[in-house]
T-cell receptor
Framework: QKEVEQNSGPLSVPEGAIASLNCTYS??????FFWYRQYSGKSPELIMS????GDKEDGRFTAQLNKASQYVSLLIRDSQPSDSATYLC?????????????FGSGTRLQVQP | ETGVTQSPTHLIKTRGQQVTLRCSSQSGHNTVSWYQQALGQGPQFIFQYYREEENGRGNFPPRFSGLQFPNYSSELNVNALELDDSALYLCASSARDRRSGNTIYFGEGSWLTVV
């Protein structure tokens, strides 16, 4: 079992729709959760971080965390063609000296004009 | 713009050669991590440096080594290059204090092709 699992996609949504991206993780000690966006040929760019159960909203983005279910999701409202990218879910423990991110393989999102 | 700069951006090496990749972290960030991202995969943690000492290592062989300098810049060295080392190498910096929180910033990466 991978430590962080994501559906590889592609997830295809029409422009203006809500895109829903999901991620599950296996380490119950994970305390910090991140969503990165990565355009083809570029490095990952942080778009959301979440640390406690519930929802966190930032503009068109909403991150949702359920630690009991070990589940993180990202909703993108009013999807735009410029949102087309690979979205990487990452988790991190904070109780060790090593502050490394564990990434999923990413979900490719395609927003159709 | 994350303030993390990496060099070179692209390079081609021959199998068996050695390579050094460099990273300048964001001002005030004392922790540098290196990740390897193969095509179609998420980044994989190689190792982390905190105040010039290695502070954690992923599942990579000893031919992957690194350094962190007093100004917190860093190098990743890979010896005896193999074809499977072809990947995007990412440097990430962060600060270990409550004020800065948990944010990790990535550089633009160095694309390594081994032929």
């Amino acid at each position: 079992q991978k430590e962080v699992e994501q559906n590889s996609g592609p997830l295809s949504v029409p422009e203006g729709a809500i895109a829903s991206l999901n991620c599950t993780y296996s380490d119950r000690g994970s305390q910090s959760f991140f969503w990165y966006r990565q355009y083809s040929g570029k490095s990952p760019e942080l778009i959301m971080s979440i640390y406690s159960n519930g929802d966190k909203e930032d503009g068109r983005f909403t991150a949702q965390l359920n630690k009991a279910s070990q589940y993180v999701s990202l909703l993108i409202r009013d999807s735009q063609p410029s949102d087309s990218a690979t979205y990487l879910c990452a988790v991190k423990r904070e109780d060790t000296g090593r502050r490394a991110l564990t990434f999923g393989s990413g979900t490719r999102l395609q927003v159709q004009p | 713009e994350t303030g993390v700069t990496q060099s070179p951006t692209h390079l081609i090496k021959t199998r068996g050669q050695q390579v050094t990749l460099r990273c300048s972290s964001q001002s005030g960030h004392n922790t540098v991590s290196w990740y390897q991202q193969a095509l179609g995969q998420g980044p994989q943690f190689i190792f982390q440096y905190y105040r010039e000492e290695e502070n954690g290592r992923g599942n990579f062989p000893p031919r992957f080594s690194g350094l962190q300098f007093p100004n917190y810049s860093s190098e990743l060295n890979v010896n005896a290059l193999e074809l499977d080392d072809s990947a995007l190498y990412l440097c990430a910096s962060s600060a270990r204090d409550r004020r800065s929180g948990n944010t990790i910033y990535f550089g633009e990466g160095s694309w390594l092709t081994v032929v």
